[in-house]
């Protein structure tokens, strides 16, 4: 997961323009398996693997990924985890943010 985690972070960031915290709690998904097994795949996974979606996705995009043909696993929490700091120049003046995670034990903090 954390590969998938780390990629859904930075799109979160980049892509949909979230700051540090808004990256955080946005919903997960989890892929496993594929057709190039790492040789950890559940006996009988399919050649597409499993989607796993976290609570928070919409109902419509769930729907849509079955429709394409996308298997749905039940969410069983491996969503990663994630801190984050962030620093910035604002007018001149360095800022610090910082973010953390809903889905665990953490706290960021940045001063």
């Known amino acids: 997961m954390q590969p998938q985690g780390q990629t859904q972070i930075v799109l979160n960031r980049v892509d949909y323009g979230l700051d ?3 990256a955080a709690d ?3 998904w989890h892929h496993e398996g594929s057709s190039q097994s790492m040789g950890e795949d ?3 996974m399919g050649p597409i693997g ?3 979606l976290e609570a928070g996705i919409p109902v419509a995009t769930r729907k849509a990924l079955v429709d ?3 298997p749905m696993g039940p969410s069983d929490g491996g969503f990663g985890r994630y ?3 962030e620093v910035r120049m604002e007018g001149g003046r360095r800022v ?3 973010g953390s995670e809903m889905r665990c034990d953490a ?3 940045a001063y």
């Open 50 to 52: 499993l989607l796993r």
């Open 42 to 44: 559940r006996p009988g």
């Open 83 to 85: 801190e984050g700091i």
């Open 107 to 109: 706290v960021a903090l």
């Open 96 to 98: 610090y943010a910082a």
């Open 26 to 28: 946005s919903p997960r």
């Open 20 to 22: 540090v915290q808004a």
């Open 68 to 70: 394409l043909g996308w």
